[in-house]
C-alpha cells in the first residue's frame, strides 16, 4: 500500500484532510504500519480502516431481507 492509498482510504471515511496530513507526517517519522495508523485514527475519534476483521462482526448489521 503506498502513501497516496492510504490517503485515498482515508479520504473517503471522512478523515478529516488535518488529520490526513498529521499522521501521514507521523508515519513518515516513525514508518507505515497500518495497526499504528488505526491506533492513531481511533485516538483522534475515527472508526478503524486498515485493520477491520469483519469476520468479528455481527451478522444482525446486514438484513437480507427485502422490505415492501
Known amino acids: 500500500m ?3 492509498d492510504i490517503e485515498f482510504e ?3 471515511n ?4 488535518k488529520d490526513i496530513s498529521e499522521i501521514i507526517e507521523i ?3 516513525s514508518g507505515f504500519n497500518l495497526e499504528s495508523i ?4 481511533q485516538n ?3 472508526s478503524k480502516i486498515f ?3 469483519y469476520d468479528d462482526m455481527s451478522d444482525d448489521v446486514y438484513d437480507d ?4
Not at 471522512?14 to 484532510?17: I, Q, S
Not at 488505526?38 to 485514527?41: H, K, N, P
Not at 431481507?65 to 415492501?68: L, N, P
Request: with cysteine; charged share 35%; aromatic share 8%.
Open 2 to 4: 503506498t502513501i497516496a
Open 10 to 12: 482515508m479520504n473517503i
Open 14 to 17: 471522512d478523515v478529516m484532510e
Open 27 to 29: 508515519c513518515n517519522k
Open 38 to 41: 488505526d491506533d492513531e485514527l
Open 44 to 46: 483522534r475519534g475515527y
Open 51 to 53: 485493520t477491520v476483521n
Open 65 to 68: 431481507e427485502w422490505e415492501d
